[in-house]
């Protein structure tokens, strides 16, 4: 059993999984997935209904943050019965996607176990998304859906809404989901199919704010002491956006020359201190409707990212099965 996360406060760093995992490890919470686990989960698998979870590249562009530029798709024919293809300007994490745990350090503790900025360069591959693709992700799926939770008019999916632990437990227990440990939990928020659908106009006003978890405390001491695996929704970045208020704001901390200003965000200590796997952007509209119609919120899962040794994120090409 792993240590609560109050008890991680003794760690070193504090609030940090480097010592229970070990120092050496590159995995982080997928560990949470022992074979024991995904073996009951494939007992999940009842009708053989199959969900694909991933929008189409280029599906949100412009991308929301502007940084990440349109894949460019090309086919080509060497003769007249062959076709070939190739992508330019392919950004891993421009639509439904993985972060590998090189993604986003800490400014006091560096990159997960330790690593300092200046080890995790272009020629560098320590802590890559290969480190997950070797094996794949697979285990319990459980949903819960944000969207149905607060229908009507008190639920905005252009506004900040900080989802909090409280939150998390209202619709666990409204859906009847119990954890047992190493679920891949998702979140449905409704707030990928509000933007696509939107016009171009309104895209721009609505990209970067969204109902996400809540920059608490509490919410990260929930993901760890449930042993969550992975956490993925379908919003820009799982957490609330933009963060309105932060257990985990640096005093003074000056926003970066460029790039997103990453104070006070749930991404550093899920990602650099724990080890916590996050998606962004899966598509989970059907997937929603099929647990709401039958009532069974869990479901066999698997996630295969891209073997790019070293990479930084990847489509997350997953599948739920029922």
């Known amino acids: 059993m792993p240590p609560k996360y109050d008890d991680l406060a003794s760690a070193n760093p504090p609030y940090s999984s480097w010592e229970y995992f070990g120092r050496d490890d590159q995995r982080g919470t997928i560990n949470f997935l022992t074979p024991a686990r995904v073996a009951a989960a494939a007992q999940l698998i009842r009708t053989g209904k199959q969900f694909g979870l991933d929008y189409a590249v280029n599906a949100f562009e412009p991308y929301p943050t502007g940084t990440r530029p349109a894949t460019e798709h090309h086919v ?49 591959t320590d802590l890559g998304i290969h480190v997950w693709a070797e094996t794949g992700i697979a285990g319990r799926g459980v949903l819960l859906d944000i969207e149905r939770f607060f229908p ?46 939107a016009s171009a106009a309104d895209r721009a006003r609505i990209k970067n704010t969204s109902p996400g978890l809540a920059q608490r405390t509490e919410v990260v001491r929930w993901l760890w002491d449930h042993e969550i695996a992975l956490v993925a929704s379908d919003n820009l970045a799982v957490e609330a956006d933009p963060v309105v208020e932060s257990d985990f704001r640096i005093p003074g901390a000056q926003p970066p020359e460029r790039g997103t200003n990453h104070d006070g965000m749930l991404h550093r200590p899920l990602i650099a201190l724990l080890g916590m796997a996050m998606g962004e952007m899966w598509k989970l509209d059907e997937l929603a409707a099929d647990c709401a119609a039958d009532g069974r919120y869990d479901f066999f899962l698997t996630c295969k990212p891209l073997h790019l040794i070293g990479g930084v994120g990847s489509p997350a090409n997953a599948i739920a099965l029922k």
Request: hydrophobic residues 30%; negative net charge; aromatic residues 12%.
């Open 76 to 124: 080509f024919a060497n003769n007249e019965f062959h076709r070939d293809d190739w992508v330019d300007s392919f950004y891993l994490q421009s639509t439904t996607q993985v972060d590998s745990l090189r993604h986003i350090g800490h400014p006091s503790h560096g990159f997960y176990n330790g690593r300092p900025s200046s080890s995790n360069n272009a020629s560098s």
């Open 152 to 197: 009507g008019p008190d639920y905005h999916y252009e506004e900040t809404i900080p989802l909090d632990a409280s939150v998390l437990d209202a619709v666990a227990a409204e859906q009847g989901v119990t954890f047992s440990g190493g679920e891949i939990l998702l979140l449905h928020t409704g707030w990928a199919s509000h933007y696509l659908g």
